[in-house]
């Protein structure tokens, strides 16, 4: 069930949170599956509804840094009040859990992966709710992220109350920072570019991009996957057949379904768009590994495992 971001539709899903149930969650980055923090019964619908292994821990949504602070104790104040800049924001850290946060959201581990959104519709839904909610992505585990309210719909059914954000202004989802070790590490790519973190640190790029500790979502090998068979684009390939191609920097190629994908928050609504076309394998091009293209990346190399 999609409904427009009414006063009312709010004040629904809000009721729906409160009730232990979940709900289509509209945020800049995909849209989530929300339950509250505080419903065993709600976090149990959410691995439920995704068949998400419950080794998968959730990223917890909070409307303010009270709210994260709710959640998780920061070991390292200057870190986390400089990374604390980008909310809200496409940014999720992770940092030791409050010992009172269910194990269904932390996947029994002593930490927590929590953020603030930056959608309209979700910061007033929090502020009215008054708490936390846990909300990965809309969509059955390891597949296409939903970056459009029809995308709930068509992965978990017509009986979530969805409430239509709009089409996701980035489209990818958060980046994720572990502040478990002496220095931050990224732990997946996404919506910030890891450049820009680093600046902000004042940090070498180098070491926040090497290898750090933290279980956080978007780790399995098979991720963001479609339906259809995908594999990176070979150099030099001759296309034919009943294939699609998506590129990024060349220009489509003549002969066979193409499409030049021009902006990140376009990638997984043409990844579906290509799913949908009954063809027998999707061709993509790999980008750049800088940027936004170091989270398409992660995301294309998971999806075509």
Not at 120 to 137: F, N
Not at 204 to 231: N, V
Request: aromatic share 4%; hydrophobic share 35%.
């Amino acid at each position: 069930m999609i409904v427009p971001p009414s006063e009312e539709a709010i004040s629904e899903a809000v009721k729906l949170l409160q009730e232990g149930s979940v709900i289509g969650l509209p945020t800049e980055t995909v849209y989530g599956l929300a339950a509250s923090i505080y419903s065993d019964d709600g976090l149990k619908k959410i691995y439920s509804l995704k068949k998400r292994p419950k080794s998968n821990p959730l990223i917890v949504h909070t409307h303010s840094v009270d709210g994260v602070l709710s959640v998780g104790e920061p070991r390292s104040s200057k870190f986390f009040l400089s990374l604390s800049e980008f909310w809200p924001g496409a940014l999720t850290l992770v940092i030791p859990a409050k010992s009172n946060l269910s194990p269904l959201i932390t996947a029994g581990h002593e930490s927590v992966a929590v953020r603030i959104p930056a959608h309209p519709v979700a910061l007033t839904l929090l502020d009215e709710l008054g708490s936390p909610v846990a909300a990965p992505s809309a969509n059955k585990s390891t597949a296409v992220s939903p970056t459009e309210a029809i995308h709930v719909i068509e992965e978990l059914g017509e009986n979530i109350f969805v409430i239509d954000g709009g089409p996701c202004s980035v489209g990818l989802e958060s980046t994720i920072i572990s502040l478990l070790e002496e220095t931050p590490k990224i732990l997946r790519h996404g919506g910030i570019p890891a450049e820009e973190i680093a600046e902000k640190l004042s940090i070498p790029l180098k070491s926040l991009l090497s290898e750090g500790k933290g279980k956080a979502p978007g780790q399995e090998k098979l991720h963001y996957a479609p339906k259809t068979p995908l594999s990176i684009l070979p150099k030099d390939f001759s296309p034919s057949g009943n294939i699609g191609i998506l590129t990024f920097t060349m220009s489509p190629p003549k002969g066979v379904k193409s499409k030049r994908i021009d902006n990140p928050k376009h990638f997984y609504v043409t990844l579906r768009e290509f799913d949908k076309l009954g063809l027998d394998r999707i061709y993509i091009e790999e980008p750049k590994d800088s940027g936004l293209g170091r989270a398409l990346r992660e995301r294309i190399h998971k999806a075509s495992h």
